[in-house]
């Protein structure tokens, strides 16, 4: 029967990594499939938690650093919604307090105008204030003259 708690505790972790995407969890999922395995060869409890904890920490050694470089900069550089905020953003439909369209750095996000009272058209320059969620909260201030630019960029 141990091998199946193992099997199961290995089976949650890779599931939650699904979920944290951090590519943490999943370090501790090979710790209790290898501890799985030492509870099918027979070994006691104690020797299990030791193979768990072993190989847990030894991925967690290996992987790690790596994984840690990559987020903070190495290849491929993170995404932080919040890096968004003071970037230059284009309209793409309409953005007033109820609904509105920008691109970013070639995405599209939802935008609403940081001041209600405030509209912006089609072809217009804005600056993100704030985000929150999948919306960007934009005005117009600080972006200079809103002049009208090609919607391919």
């Known amino acids: 029967m141990e091998p199946f708690l193992w099997i199961a505790l290995g089976v949650a972790l890779a599931v939650a990594e699904i979920f944290t995407v951090s590519l943490f969890l999943i ?15 027979g070994f006691g409890a104690a020797v299990q938690l030791a193979v768990f904890a072993g190989v847990s920490a030894a991925t967690v ?42 691109k970013i750095d070639g995405e599209l996000w939802t935008a609403r105008s ?17 985000v929150r969620g999948a919306t960007v909260y934009v005005w117009r201030e600080g972006i200079g003259p809103s002049a009208r630019t090609e919607l391919e960029e």
């Open 114 to 130: 940081f001041d209600d009272t405030e509209s912006y058209e089609v072809g217009e320059r804005v600056r993100v204030i704030k």
């Open 27 to 41: 370090m501790f999922s090979a710790g209790a499939f290898a501890a799985a395995g030492a509870a099918a060869l």
């Open 61 to 102: 050694a290996a992987f790690w650093p790596a994984i840690r470089r990559h987020r903070l900069g190495g290849e491929t550089p993170s995404f932080d919604a919040h890096s968004l905020e003071s970037e230059t953003a284009l309209v793409l439909e309409r953005v007033d307090g109820e609904h509105g369209q920008v």
